[in-house]
């Protein structure tokens, strides 16, 4: 129910705080900025929106397409199609916003102790049980291949940084705070993890809602980034099968395999 980071007083300079999250917001801002130069990921976007819309066969409600986006795509991660990776990701996701938010509401304004605490607690947890569960029992290569949850790759960084940050962010908030050996990890975690934006997949997070839209856009106007719109379930689909058999095949045909998890490792 306390603000921890009051518990720095007098042990650091009074702007410390203050001045280490803004140093991380620029490292975000220019990490995302360098991603996109070197990914050429923007000027992918616009071009391929340009073309899009050249070739469209009809005009499409792009306000509307928009709110879908935010909506599904954003908010609810519709992309997900397995329901527990999805909820991992909507834990650790919302928890994450809500802790970044009370976390610069502590350090900015003036809360000492009430709801705002409470509210950093929560979203720490939350990013703590969807980080946790999706690390050691969703990421396919542990529970589809077989491997350790202990193997780590580049990919990693990002959840593996996020996790250090949260995890020490709170033991040292339950400790009592101050000026300890569990402040410092915490600050090395905390900058590993905004501040290795560039290497991680931290940015990817800006990119999905752009790449979610501009699909969403490319269907509604017909040239659904030079794909076939028709499904099976389609009649003109089913007439095109020579087999009879396909022509009138359940929709749920050759969906075996997933009819089980993917544990034959």
């Known amino acids: 129910?306390?603000?921890?980071?009051?518990?720095?007083?007098?042990?650091?300079?009074?702007?410390?705080?203050?001045?280490?999250?803004?140093?991380?917001?620029?490292?975000?801002?220019?990490?995302?900025?360098?991603?996109?130069?070197?990914?050429?990921?923007?000027?992918?976007?616009?071009?391929?929106?340009?073309?899009?819309?050249?070739?469209?066969?009809?005009d499409v409600p792009v306000a509307s397409i928009a709110v879908q986006t935010a909506v599904v795509d954003v908010l609810a991660s519709g992309e997900f199609c397995n329901q527990r990776r999805r909820i991992a990701h909507l834990l650790t996701m919302y928890g994450f916003v809500i802790y970044l938010v009370t976390t610069a509401m502590m350090v900015f304004g003036d809360h000492p102790a009430g709801l705002v605490p409470t509210l950093w607690f929560i979203g720490g947890l939350m990013v703590l049980l969807g980080g946790y569960w999706f690390w050691f029992f969703i990421r396919v290569d542990v529970a589809a291949e077989g491997h350790t949850p202990f193997r780590i790759v580049r990919a990693d960084l990002f959840i593996l940084s996020l996790l250090a940050s949260v995890?020490?962010?709170?033991?040292?908030?339950?400790?009592?705070?101050?000026?300890?050996?569990?402040?410092?990890?915490?600050?090395?975690?905390?900058?590993?993890?905004?501040?290795?934006?560039?290497?991680?997949?931290?940015?990817?997070?800006?990119?999905?809602?752009?790449?979610?839209?501009?699909?969403?856009?490319?269907?509604?106007?017909?040239?659904?980034?030079?794909?076939?719109?028709?499904?099976?379930?389609?009649?003109?689909?089913?007439?095109?099968?020579?087999?009879?058999?396909?022509?009138?095949?359940?929709?749920?045909?050759?969906?075996?395999?997933?009819?089980?998890?993917?544990?034959?490792?």
């Open 1 to 58: 129910m306390t603000n921890p980071f009051l518990s720095l007083a007098g042990s650091v300079p009074p702007n410390f705080m203050k001045g280490f999250l803004s140093i991380m917001v620029a490292a975000v801002v220019l990490g995302v900025l360098l991603d996109i130069i070197h990914k050429g990921s923007a000027r992918y976007f616009f071009e391929n929106w340009r073309r899009s819309k050249e070739k469209g066969r009809k």
């Open 167 to 265: 995890t020490l962010g709170l033991l040292w908030a339950w400790t009592g705070g101050g000026m300890g050996a569990l402040f410092r990890l915490y600050i090395l975690a905390t900058a590993i993890l905004f501040g290795s934006v560039y290497w991680s997949k931290f940015a990817h997070m800006f990119f999905k809602p752009a790449a979610a839209f501009e699909k969403r856009l490319s269907k509604a106007n017909g040239t659904a980034e030079n794909l076939p719109l028709q499904t099976r379930d389609d009649p003109e689909q089913q007439k095109r099968h020579s087999m009879e058999l396909l022509q009138n095949a359940p929709m749920d045909m050759g969906l075996g395999i997933k009819r089980e998890a993917p544990r034959h490792y």
